[in-house]
């Protein structure tokens, strides 16, 4: 089974640029999340989507970042525009209702800002 | 609010056992472990649910204190694949909403 995928791996931007992330969850998996994880810092929950509906957004801050996931699949995360404390891991997880509360997680893509 | 994990980091030798704590302020509905290595995905490892039982395999396991809000991961006989960050993330709600915690840097020297 495949796993979760994001793309880019990697990005580096200059501050006030924008970004996109990518992000492709395990077949079948309804619940999409993503987080952002700071260099030595736990996962920080942005978004969580069920289908092409948004669960939780509390802790997206959305002056610049925002979410989609129009076909209750693939989702993108975006940034515009950057700022410099916006450096970090941008994870994406995803979770089937039917096969319990366990998160897979993706690769990540680190995001430097300059 | 952000569960709180202890130690903060370990070392092992081979073959030592080792205990990490995690605590929240709030009641919970859940405790998720994972353990990440450096520039890697965080994987899963076991869930608790509500009920304060207790979970394992092989030599990791893990209880849920539901009267003190408190999780703890156990591993026995450390091996050096075992060497990364363990991290707890609890749920409040039944909807899967997770918090982790800062992290437990976990050492295992040959």
């Known amino acids: 089974e495949a796993g979760v995928a994001q793309s880019p791996r990697y990005k580096i931007i200059e501050k006030r640029q924008s970004v996109a992330f990518w992000c492709n969850p395990i077949?079948?998996?309804?619940?999409l999340y993503w987080y952002q994880q700071i260099l030595g810092q736990g996962p920080k929950l942005l978004i969580q989507f069920q289908n092409n509906g948004v669960v939780d957004d509390s802790q997206l801050p959305k002056d610049r970042f925002s979410a989609e996931r129009l076909k209750g699949v693939d989702s993108t995360l975006k940034i515009q525009p950057a700022k410099l404390e916006d450096s970090a891991v941008y994870l994406c997880?995803?979770?089937?209702?039917?096969?319990?509360?366990?998160?897979?997680f993706g690769p990540g893509t680190r995001l430097t800002v300059l | 609010q952000q569960p709180v994990q202890s130690p903060q980091a370990v070392i092992l030798r081979e073959g030592e056992d080792a205990v990490i704590n995690c605590s929240s302020s709030k009641a919970l509905y859940s405790v998720h472990w994972y353990r990440q290595k450096h520039g890697e995905a965080p994987v899963f490892l076991m869930i608790l649910l509500k009920g304060g039982e207790q979970k394992g395999h092989d030599k990791i396991s893990a209880s849920f204190n539901e009267k003190k809000q408190q999780s703890s991961l156990y591993l026995t006989a450390s091996q050096l694949s075992y060497s990364g960050t363990y991290f707890c993330?609890?749920?409040?709600?039944?909807?899967?909403?997770?918090?982790f915690g800062g992290g437990t840097r976990l050492m295992v020297k040959p």
């Open positions: 077949s079948g998996h309804a619940t």
């Open positions: 993330g609890t749920g409040r709600l039944a909807g899967n909403m997770l918090t």
């Open positions: 997880a995803s979770s089937s209702r039917l096969l319990g509360p366990t998160q897979y």
